[in-house]
């Protein structure tokens, strides 16, 4: 079983929106932070945006008023809503588990936005 399973990227026009969704098994997604990362053509990968067990967030500079974080505790699911979409935000989005020692990702949902 996969630990980390992204999904809901697409084709979307700029201006639009889309939610990704990373489900995680249970033992993982309830002690760990959760991130979204995202990898564009010849680009590192860099980081979006992440929340804590305590369910406080923190975003990129890039990620700012544009998308949103979220966890569903009862769903061991973690979310990121995107709007405002740019096609600069074209990329694999990986989400990411982590805590001191330990990391696990998902294999990592493409999104494009063109018109």
């Known amino acids: 079983q996969e630990p980390l399973v992204e999904s809901g990227g697409g084709l979307v026009q700029p201006g639009g929106s889309l939610r990704l969704s990373c489900a995680a098994s249970g033992s993982i997604f309830s002690s760990n932070t959760m991130g979204w990362y995202r990898q564009a053509p010849g680009k590192q990968r860099e980081w979006v945006a992440f929340i804590f067990t305590s369910g406080s967030t923190k975003y990129a500079d890039s990620a700012k008023g544009r998308f949103t974080i979220s966890r569903d505790n009862a769903k061991n699911t973690v979310y990121l809503q995107m709007n405002s979409l740019k096609p600069d935000d074209t990329a694999v989005y990986y989400c990411?588990?982590?805590?001191?020692?330990?990391?696990?990702w998902g294999r990592g949902t493409q999104v494009t936005v063109s018109s």
């Open positions: 990411k588990a982590f805590r001191v020692g330990a990391e696990y």
